[in-house]
């Protein structure tokens, strides 16, 4: 019996938005999309050469305008983003801000519209309690804060020397789509 070619499956949507808070719920959204789209296109890139079809993965696209939020929540998605096979593409439509910033870099490329706007600033953090509660909340504050600097300096142009300056100053660095571009924030603006 021939193969029908109408038959065969077709891609998974791969079109995502983080236009909200970045919390538990919005990134088990993204996170699930993510990973039911990399096991949808294993499934195609194996079952696609029976059909004598080649299977062209295209990438996922996270457009992004929000102003960030929970680092924990945001590092989960960062290591399926890290993880994910088929290739994550990040645009930034408006704010891309803290953790959206973080999201922003990650991306196997990444964009901004004109007139988008990434920000980058140190974590936020309060705390209560006893004060040996207080000094384990510092502690740990200061091993995400640190673990954000990698990131930014390993997916960015930004150098050591200029993040300090930002981070001494206690400054929000609110950056341009030209600005984000230049410092490698962004491989293109759209």
């Known amino acids: 019996m021939p193969l029908d070619t109408y038959s065969i499956p077709s891609p998974r949507p791969r079109t995502l938005y983080l236009a909200a808070q970045v919390n538990q719920k919005s990134m088990n959204d993204l996170t699930k999309a993510i990973i039911s789209i990399n096991e949808h296109d294993r499934l195609l890139e194996k079952l696609y050469p029976a059909y004598n079809v080649e299977y062209k993965v295209a990438p996922i696209e996270i457009y992004i305008d929000s102003y960030g939020g929970s680092v924990y929540q945001c590092f989960g998605l960062l290591g399926v983003m890290n993880k994910s096979i088929t290739p994550i593409h990040t645009i930034a439509?408006?704010?891309?801000?803290?953790?959206?910033?973080?999201?922003?870099?990650?991306?196997?490329?990444?964009?901004?519209?004109?007139?988008?706007?990434?920000?980058?600033?140190?974590?936020?953090?309060?705390?209560?309690?006893?004060?040996?509660?207080?000094?384990?909340?510092?502690?740990?504050?200061?091993?995400?804060?640190?673990?954000?600097?990698?990131?930014?300096?390993?997916?960015?142009?930004?150098?050591?020397?200029?993040?300090?300056?930002?981070?001494?100053?206690?400054?929000?660095?609110?950056?341009?789509?030209?600005?984000?571009?230049?410092?490698?924030?962004?491989?293109?603006?759209?």
């Open 93 to 190: 439509t408006g704010a891309a801000m803290s953790c959206g910033f973080m999201i922003l870099i990650s991306g196997h490329k990444r964009f901004g519209y004109t007139h988008s706007t990434p920000l980058y600033h140190q974590v936020s953090a309060g705390s209560w309690g006893k004060v040996k509660d207080l000094e384990e909340n510092l502690d740990q504050t200061k091993k995400l804060q640190k673990k954000i600097e990698e990131i930014t300096l390993e997916r960015t142009n930004i150098s050591k020397k200029r993040l300090k300056e930002v981070l001494k100053n206690k400054v929000d660095w609110f950056m341009t789509a030209e600005e984000a571009l230049t410092l490698g924030v962004i491989d293109g603006i759209l």
